[in-house]
Nanobody, 121 residues
Framework: QVSLVESGGGLVQPGGSLRLSCSAS????????MGWYRQVPGKERELVAS???????TYIDSVKGRFTISRDNAKNTVYLQMNILKPDDTADYYC???????????????WGQGTQVTVSS
C-alpha cells in the first residue's frame, strides 16, 4: 500500500510565500516523476509543476519565476516553494507520484489528499 501525505497549505496574503510538502510511504521499488496539480471548483485540474527522477523541471507559465519544485529522493518527498503568491493561485493543491511497485513492473500514479491554499488580504 502506497500513500502520499501532503502538508503546508494555508492562508497567506498576496505577495507572501508558502511551502508545500508531499511524502510517499509504503512498499515500492522507485519513484519516477513527482509533481503538483491544482484545482479551483468548477474548473479542470491543471498541472502546476513536475520534476522527473532526472531532475527535469516543468512549470505552467503562470507560476514561472515564482514557484520552485524540488525533491529529496532519500525522503521520497517533493516540495513546492511558492513565492509572490497571487489571489489567482488560490486552489486545492494535489501532489502526485508515478511509482514502480517492483523492478520492471508497471507504473502507477498515486495522489495526495489535497491541501488548500488561499491567497487573500
Amino acid at each position: 500500500q502506497v500513500s502520499l501525505v501532503e502538508s503546508g497549505g494555508g492562508l497567506v496574503q498576496p505577495g507572501g510565500s508558502l511551502r508545500l510538502s508531499c511524502s510517499a510511504s509504503g512498499r515500492f521499488f522507485s519513484i519516477s516523476t513527482m509533481g503538483w496539480y491544482r484545482q479551483v471548483p468548477g474548473k479542470e485540474r491543471e498541472l502546476v509543476a513536475s520534476i522527473t527522477n532526472g531532475d527535469k523541471l516543468t512549470y505552467i507559465d503562470s507560476v514561472k519565476g515564482r514557484f520552485t519544485i524540488s525533491r529529496d529522493n532519500a525522503k521520497n518527498t517533493v516540495y513546492l516553494q511558492m513565492n509572490i503568491l497571487k489571489p489567482d493561485d488560490t486552489a486545492d493543491y494535489y501532489c502526485y507520484a508515478a511509482i514502480l511497485s517492483r523492478y520492471l513492473g508497471p507504473v502507477y500514479r498515486y495522489w495526495g489528499q489535497g491541501t488548500q491554499v488561499t491567497v487573500s488580504s
